[in-house]
C-alpha cells in the first residue's frame, strides 16, 4: 500500500484541477501545442476526466483533471482521488490553491486510493505519488488513511482467517503498537465474569467466543468505544439463506470500525481516557446453539425473549454496553453492522446514527461533511419501545411485524446504557458494494472519521 504522501522537495508535476466553466478559458491561455493537444483530446473538464501533457521530448510533464460542475462534484465523493491511478509514475503536485476542504478532501482520497488489499495475492500500488496540498495536516490526513485501512483489512479477512480469536489477536497488535493494556475473556470464563449473552451467542462454535478489553491514556474525558464482533454469522438456527450468508465475514465491521477509529485518536494524540470494548463471537449451529424462544438473562440482569437467533449482535453488545455503563464515562458510542433495515432506509453509503444528545447529533453531522464521511441521523421514537416488550421476559430481540427495525434495534441497544451522559449508537453496513473514487470493492471504515472530530468538538479531545 501507499499511504503516505511524498517529500515536498522531491521533483514534482503540476496537476491543473478544472471545472467545466473553467475548461475553454484554461484551454485557450495555454501555449499552443498544450492547447492543441487539450483540444484533440475533446478535454472539456467533465467529472475525471484528465489529460496527460506530454514535453518536447514525449514525456510528462504536467496532467489537467476535469472537476466538472457544481452537482457533479456534489455526487462524487473524492473525485481527484480517481486520478491517482490514472497518471503516470512520478511525483505530482495540485497546481491551483484550492479551499482548505477542497484541499483536505483531495490530499484524503489520494491516501485512500492508495489501499490494496494484498493477503492472497499480489496487488501492485499505484505508482503515482502527490505532494501533500499547503495548508493540509499532512500528518492527520495519513493517520486517517491508516486507520481506515486497517479498518478494510480486518473486513476483507475471511472468517476462516478472522474468527474470535484472529480479531483479538489484531487488537493485541494494536494495543502493543500503541502501548495500551489489554484483557481478554475467554469461553466459559465470560460466564463466570457476568457475560450470559456473549456466551449463549458464541457457544456453539468451536471457535470460542472472547470480550476483548483495550485501555489507553490517563487524562482527559473518557471514552467508551464498543464494536460488534460476529465473525461469521450463519443466522443461528434461524438459518440464513445463501444469498444472506455471501457477505457475513463482515459482519464483524463494527469491531472493525472501532478499532480503526482507536488507532486514529491514539495516532493523533487525542487527549481522552480511551476504552475499546468488542464482543468476538461466531453465530455457528450446532447442539450447544442457542435457541428460538429461549430466555437470556443479560449482564444487567435485564431478560430477552429470542424471536430469532439471526438477531443476534444486539446481544453481545448488549452485555459489552452494560459492562461499559457500569463505569464512569463522558460518552459511550456503539458500531455495529446491526440491521438490513437501516440498508432500506438509507442504503450502503450513508451511516445512520442515534443519539439524544444534540450537542454531539450536530457535531457528527458537521464531522461527517467535513471529512467525507457521510452520516445521518436517525431517532430512537420512544412510541416503539413497546415493540421490543414482549409477554414474557423484560425484552424481545426480533420485534414481529418487520416495521421501523433498526430503530426497534437501537432502542434495545439504549435499555443497556443507564449511566452514562452520551451515548450514539450506529448501524454501518461496513462494505463498498462497487468501486468508486478511493473506496475499492469490499471492507470499508464508515463513521470513524466523522466520531473523531465530534469527540474533538463536543469533549475536547
Known sequence: MSLTFADPADPSRPIHLVSETEAEAFVAA???????????????????????????????????????????RARKRFLFAAARDALPEGTWAIADPLDPGAAAEAALGWLLAGYRFGRYKPAAPPKAQLIC?????????????????????????????MGPAELAAAAL??????????????GDDLLARGFPMIHAVGRASPRAPRLIDLRWGDSGPRVTLVGKGVCFDTGGLDLK????????????GGAATVLGLADLLMATGARLRLRVLIPAVE????????????VLTSRKGQTVE???????????????????????????????????AARVALGPDL????????????????????????????????????????????????PSGGMAGAITAALFLRRFVTASPRYAHFDIYGWQPAAAPARPK????????????????????
Open 30 to 72: 495555454r501555449p499552443p501545442a498544450e492547447a492543441a493537444w487539450l483540444a484533440a483530446a475533446g478535454f472539456a473538464g467533465k467529472a475525471g476526466q484528465i489529460v496527460v501533457l506530454p514535453g518536447s521530448d514525449g514525456h510528462p510533464v504536467a496532467a489537467v483533471f476535469g472537476t466538472g460542475g457544481a452537482a457533479a
Open 133 to 161: 496540498p499547503p495548508g493540509v495536516d499532512g500528518a492527520r490526513i495519513a493517520a486517517m488513511a491508516a486507520a481506515e485501512a486497517l479498518t478494510r483489512d480486518l473486513i476483507n479477512t475471511p472468517a476462516s482467517d
Open 173 to 186: 497488535d494494536l494495543a502493543r503498537r500503541h502501548g495500551m493494556s489489554a484483557e481478554v475473556i475467554e
Open 241 to 252: 439463506p445463501a444469498t444472506a450468508m455471501g457477505l457475513m465475514k463482515k459482519d464483524m
Open 283 to 294: 453465530n455457528a449451529v450446532s447442539g450447544a446453539a442457542f435457541r428460538p424462544g429461549d
Open 306 to 340: 429470542i424471536n430469532n437467533t439471526d438477531a443476534e449482535g444486539r446481544l453481545v453488545l448488549a452485555d459489552a454496553l452494560a459492562y461499559a455503563d457500569e463505569e464512569e464515562t463522558d460518552a459511550i458510542v456503539s458500531m455495529a453492522t446491526l440491521t438490513g
Open 351 to 398: 451511516a445512520p446514527f442515534f443519539t439524544d444528545d444534540e450537542a454531539l447529533a450536530a457535531a457528527l453531522s458537521r464531522g461527517g461533511a467535513a471529512w467525507a464521511d457521510p452520516v445521518w441521523r436517525m431517532p430512537f421514537h420512544a412510541p416503539y419501545e413497546a415493540m421490543i416488550e414482549p409477554a414474557i421476559a423484560d425484552l424481545d430481540n426480533a
Open 442 to 461: 469490499g471492507g470499508a471504515g464508515q463513521g470513524a472519521r466523522a466520531l473523531s472530530a465530534a469527540l474533538a468538538e463536543v469533549l475536547g479531545t
